[in-house]
């Protein structure tokens, strides 16, 4: 079946950066578009950014253009998000999806 495994979560400070991982396996990565979303408390799910199967094109919502970088490896099954600048709204549990499915998250934290 789909797993999608995130890490790399963390307490962060205003202005620091992270880089997000998500281990996908039970289907043919490397075939797939594939997203990153957050939820903050409190609030609904925030579609962040989605890269294309073979990783050439990206798409980013303009709460984090210029901030997040999404990629790919689809030789390691795996998704990146890697993200600068970061603010205190930017905390939230972050997922990345395929389709419909997401994995259990990771939390990240920005605060001083």
């Known amino acids: 079946q789909v797993q999608l495994v995130e890490s790399g979560g963390d307490l962060v400070q205003p202005g620091g950066s992270l880089n997000l991982s998500c281990v996908a396996s039970?289907?043919?990565?490397?075939?797939?578009?594939m997203s990153w979303v957050r939820q903050a408390p409190g609030k609904g799910i925030e579609w962040l950014a989605r890269?294309?199967?073979?990783?050439?094109?990206?798409d980013y919502a303009d709460s984090v253009k210029g901030r997040f970088t999404i990629s790919r490896d689809n030789a390691k099954n795996t998704l990146y998000l890697h993200m600068n600048s970061l603010k205190p709204e930017d905390t939230a549990m972050y997922y990345c999806?395929?389709?419909?499915?997401r994995g259990q998250g990771t939390q990240v934290t920005v605060s001083s």
């Open positions: 039970g289907f043919a990565f490397r075939f797939k578009s």
């Open positions: 890269i294309s199967s073979g990783g050439i094109t990206t």
């Open positions: 999806l395929k389709d419909n499915i």
